[in-house]
Nanobody
Framework: QLRLVESGGGLVQPGGSLRLSCVAS???????????WGWYRQAPGKERELVAT???????NYGDFVKGRFTISRNNSRKTVYLQMNTLKPEDTAVYYC?????????WGQGTQVTVSS
């Protein structure tokens, strides 16, 4: 079973930055590389939403609410997907998850909590 481990979250002030990482352990390079990956988030009382995606060829796409502030990237040799988050806002507060795109229901990890507050 695929195991996704997210890290890098924390408490940050508005305007600050964080870099999230997601490692796809138990996955070999040849399986990881062709997959389109995404970062998702779920705020308290809200449904999970797609934040950003990256194709196997490195083409990226973002939700309008993070465009110009967040950058998704990947390192296939490390089986890792990253989310660089800049100019964070209180409304970015959520648990952040990575998963394939479209998401696989049995692959959700624990996520990493991001809290933006002064």
């Amino acid at each position: 079973q695929l195991r996704l481990v997210e890290s890098g979250g924390g408490l940050v002030q508005p305007g600050g930055s964080l870099r999230l990482s997601c490692v796809a352990s138990r996955m070999i390079f040849s399986t990881f590389a062709p997959i389109q990956w995404g970062w998702y988030r779920q705020a308290p009382g809200k449904e999970r939403e797609l934040v950003a995606t990256i194709t196997s060829g490195g083409v990226t796409n973002y939700g309008d609410f993070v465009k110009g502030r967040f950058t998704i990237s990947r390192n296939n040799s490390r089986k890792t997907v990253y989310l660089q988050m800049n100019t964070l806002k209180p409304e970015d507060t959520a648990v952040y998850y990575c998963n394939q795109n479209p998401a696989q229901d049995d692959s959700w990890g624990q996520g990493t909590q991001v809290t933006v507050s002064s």
